[in-house]
């Protein structure tokens, strides 16, 4: 499995995502600045304080990545299975499960990795400047720190999983715009989720839980459908 992942890495080109991953990381982090900036002169107590600020920065990114997820899975699933590369796709002396498996891997890897850094690192940059010169009159704790890194773990597992949910739908469908805006409502639900539960931990863990069923459900099934198909 592995050397098949390896081999579809270097037929993709990832230099796009990548460079797309770049820049939604510095949307984070300016939102993130920009927020807490327009908090303190607008005085919203809502946002006067850390865990808001943060949590609200971890849904932002929850949205963009969920989408980004969505094209990847158009580019490497729905169009390769439902257009001319279907038939060259089956010539391959390749289990038909294990090349879909190889790509599903390949998207969750991505997305997860891509969603921890992007939005990892800008969250970093901002609580070691605020350390420095804060904006925030509020403090930094430990649990805050605790409660910063399940954010941002959650953020890339639900990206993850809402780029499997959306495949799945798109797939049926064979959409591209029935995927993104699968993708779009799919973010809006766990971003709706981790402000609910206000970075609670154990309620995360449950979400994570019922999202990785939901997500080995749907791979089952595709697997099955693909083993099935037949070439046009």
């Not at 959306?166 to 766990?190: D, E, N, Q």
Request: net charge positive; proline share 1%.
């Amino acid at each position: 499995m592995i050397r098949l992942i390896k081999l579809e890495m270097q037929r993709i080109n990832l230099r796009n995502s990548l460079m797309t991953s770049f820049i939604l990381g510095i949307v984070v982090l300016i939102f993130t600045y920009f927020v807490a900036n327009v908090a303190q002169i607008e005085h919203e107590t809502e946002f006067m304080n850390y865990g808001n600020i943060l949590r609200f920065s971890c849904v932002i990114g929850i949205i963009l990545f969920g989408i980004l997820s969505a094209v990847m899975s158009n580019e490497l699933v729905i169009k390769e299975y439902s257009g001319k590369r279907l038939a060259l796709l089956f010539s391959y002396p390749v289990n038909r499960k294990k090349i879909f498996l190889g790509k599903v891997w390949i998207i969750l890897l991505f997305a997860f990795l891509s969603t921890l850094l992007a939005v990892g690192i800008p969250i970093t940059i901002f609580l070691v400047t605020e350390s420095i010169k804060p904006i925030v009159s509020d403090i930094i704790t430990i649990n805050l720190l605790v409660d910063t890194f399940g954010m941002i773990a959650f953020s890339a597992l639900s990206v993850s999983a809402i780029g499997v949910f959306a495949m799945g739908i798109g797939f049926i469908r064979k959409s591209i715009t029935v995927t993104l805006i699968s993708a779009l409502l799919l973010a809006g639900v766990y971003g709706n989720i981790s402000i609910r539960t206000g970075g609670n931990l154990l309620s995360l863990l449950y979400i994570i839980g019922a999202s990785f069923i939901g997500v080995t459900a749907v791979i089952i099934m595709l697997s099955s459908k693909i083993n099935h198909m037949e070439a046009e």
